[in-house]
């Protein structure tokens, strides 16, 4: 098995995709530490000089506005959250695609019969895939985390405040952030297993990803004014980017949202379930 996985990791490591998403996700990472630092000033500067209600409100509208507001030590976690883990959404692309590559790539370059000839246990192949994919997300985890720590802190410095690392809500949607790549690496690579075409599993992935929250957010929308029950605006959680959102969230983005552990058990059960469906169908599948 171990052999399997460093030939895995050989495979990506001696191509140019390695450094091509590295770059991707360097220049993704830097896009999106900004952006949040350009939200999270936004957020403070209300915090600290929040606007005058509307004069046209009622009284008890107007006190339910201020018992609203957040303070300052919650916006300052919940920015720190972000900057912090401001890499993940360009990173989880490049990890699905290259989870999908792993496995697409063998029927490209047509080396899949010398693979399977070579071990003919494909679980253990599909195995050996499924952890050198992972170890790939994890590395391009411990880069983007390094980046985005390194811009928070100064951040952080030059605004005065404390970096927040000291938090647990922080801490925790930074490991979260590891959890959250680890599983898009599977499930692209169970995507990969489905779509043979190395084009059409990189078309389908950029789609379902960039395309999944604001297709959750529409369906769901559309299912409350037909069901308007509570359940069905939770159940946008069931969205694996959605959920991955969630799990990077030092807060609950809604009153009523289901806790970060609950998004965990969800994007775990994504993982679990394209797994053991690449595992079977890889089995099975005639090769040639």
Do not use: C
Request: no cysteine.
């Amino acid at each position: 098995m171990i052999r399997l996985v460093r030939s895995e990791l050989l495979k990506i490591s001696t191509t140019k995709t390695w450094w091509l998403f590295g770059i991707g996700v360097l220049a993704g990472t830097a896009f999106m530490q900004f952006f949040w630092i350009l939200t999270g000033n936004h957020m403070i500067d209300l915090t600290l000089h929040p606007p005058a209600p509307d004069p046209n409100l009622p009284p008890e509208a107007v006190a339910q506005e201020r018992a609203d507001q957040a303070d300052l030590a919650s916006v300052l976690v919940q920015v720190a959250s972000r900057v912090y883990t401001a890499g993940s959404f360009f990173t989880g692309v490049f990890v699905l695609l290259l989870g999908a590559l792993v496995v697409t790539n063998e029927y490209y370059h047509q080396t899949a019969t010398t693979t399977f000839l070579t071990t003919p246990h494909r679980t253990k192949v599909v195995f050996g895939k499924l952890v050198a994919a992972v170890l790939a997300a994890g590395a391009f985890w411990l880069f983007t985390t390094a980046v985005d720590v390194a811009g928070g802190v100064v951040y952080f410095q030059l605004k005065g405040y404390d970096n927040q690392l000291g938090e647990w809500s922080v801490t925790r949607a930074i490991l979260m952030n590891a959890l959250v790549l680890a599983i898009w690496a599977i499930i692209g690579l169970g995507l990969g297993v489905l779509i043979r075409s190395q084009v059409g599993a990189v078309v389908t992935a950029t789609a379902a990803y960039f395309f999944g929250f604001p297709a959750a957010v529409l369906v769901t929308g559309a299912l409350h004014f037909i069901v308007d029950k509570p359940w069905v605006d939770k159940s946008i959680i069931l969205w694996p980017a959605v959920a991955a959102l969630v799990m990077t969230s030092a807060d609950k983005l809604e009153p009523d949202q289901p806790p970060w552990w609950v998004a965990a058990l969800i994007l775990t059960g994504y993982a679990v379930i394209s797994g053991t469906i690449g595992t079977l169908i890889m089995r099975r599948r005639d090769i040639s």
